[in-house]
């Protein structure tokens, strides 16, 4: 048995395969099979996948029906017989030591359930600004604390970083179809399932950035899908027992997740701004408030919570402050969900 299983889905990925697989070729740790999935793919995918194998007996290749995503993953991970599960895209680049690392951690940390890694995107010249500012902010959270905390902003741990335990990846059920991105469901279903996290500090994976990413081309990526998954997972997790659930925020992000929460039941009670044009006004026939109103609407609670929902750059910041200073506290009190 390796110690180690690298699953792999492929999809028309001919021009980026070799140099994935070539990654792996050079990992240091050498105990390891890739479960290479290919998923109908209607280029060269399934012939390089063949030539590799033929030379590297750790390469099992696994040909299927043109399904998607979720089910080419289910289909690799009944096949991976590590304990240990590595996840990969056939189109981004592991560092060499990136599986020694990931291992050694594990090993040593029995009581981290996923560990990620530090990322690079590249092609240096086709990473776009927003895909650099999502990678520094998911690059500046290292310990479980950091990422528990901000897990409803946004996915804190890049799927193509991960090693999980098989044992608890198979737990909350592998990965599921919820007509939502896959990966932040699987990260939301750890977390509700109280699995911890951990981030090491090396840049051990570079993400190819190019324009028919799955988050670019597929609707379970959209901004409305991530609200709506963030608003199942929100009312399962930190809004359970809640008697108040009050959103900073009656913009554009604001909205469209009370919109969600009160389709999940969620005793949604007003919305803060600081625009005064809102201030005094009603969504979905709920308040809009002022922040200067907050502390005693939160006493009329005998559970309440915020959630930061104000998607503009630097906005967290300045919500983190204001709330700080009326002693609430970040993952008990309020929760950043933009």
Same mark, same amino acid.
């Given at each position: *048995? ?5 699953? *792999?889905?492929?999809? &028309?990925?001919?021009? %980026?395969?070799? +140099? ?7 990992? %240091? ?5 890739? @479960?290479?999935?290919?998923?109908? =793919? ?42 240990? @599960?590595?996840? *990969?895209?056939? +189109? ?8 020694? $690392? ?13 560990? =990620?890694? #530090? ?14 500012? $999502?990678?520094?902010?998911? &690059? ?14 946004? =996915? ?14 198979? #737990?909350?059920?592998? $990965? ?6 896959? +990966? ?30 799955? %988050? ?16 199942? $997972? ?17 913009? *554009? ?20 701004? @600081? ?6 006004? %009603? ?21 309440? !919570?915020?959630?930061?929902? !104000? ?7 300045? @919500? ?19």
């Amino acid at each position: *048995m390796p110690v180690v299983s690298v699953l *792999m889905p492929c999809y &028309n990925a001919a021009a %980026t395969l070799p +140099d994935a697989l070539r990654s792996l070729k050079q990992q %240091t740790l050498t105990d390891f099979e890739i @479960i290479a999935v290919d998923d109908g =793919s209607s280029d060269d995918t399934l012939e390089i996948l063949g030539s590799w194998a033929a030379a590297d007996s750790r390469l099992r290749v696994l040909a299927c029906r043109h399904g998607g995503i979720i089910a080419a993953l289910n289909e690799g991970l009944a096949a991976c017989s590590a304990p240990y @599960i590595a996840r *990969m895209d056939a +189109d981004d680049c592991s560092h060499a030591q990136r599986l020694e $690392y990931q291992v050694a951690f594990l090993n040593d940390h029995p009581e981290i359930d996923v560990v =990620s890694c #530090r990322v690079t995107g590249f092609p240096a010249g086709q990473v776009r600004q927003g895909f650099a500012i $999502y990678l520094d902010w998911l &690059n500046a959270l290292l310990t479980d604390e950091d990422i528990r905390r901000e897990i409803f902003v946004e =996915s804190p741990l890049p799927h193509p970083s991960l090693t999980f335990r098989r044992e608890s990846l198979l #737990r909350v059920g592998g $990965y599921q179809d919820r007509g939502w991105a896959e +990966d932040y469901d699987l990260l939301l279903r750890l977390y509700l399932a109280g699995a911890r996290f951990a981030k090491l500090e090396g840049y051990l994976l570079e993400w190819r950035e190019h324009p028919q990413r799955l %988050t670019r081309v597929d609707s379970r990526y959209s901004l409305e899908n991530f609200l709506r998954a963030k608003a199942y $997972y929100l009312t399962r997790g930190p809004l359970a027992g809640r008697d108040s659930v009050i959103v900073w925020g009656a913009g *554009m992000v604001g909205r469209r997740l009370g919109k969600h929460l009160l389709r999940q039941g969620a005793p949604l009670t007003a919305y803060i701004d @600081i625009d005064p044009r809102k201030i005094g006004r %009603t969504r979905r026939g709920l308040p809009i408030l002022s922040p200067e109103a907050l502390p005693e609407l939160w006493r009329r609670s005998s559970s309440p !919570v915020v959630l930061a929902a !104000v998607g503009a750059r630097g906005a967290r910041q300045l @919500i983190r402050q204001r709330l700080t200073v009326i002693g609430l506290r970040e993952g008990q009190d309020w929760w950043g969900v933009a």
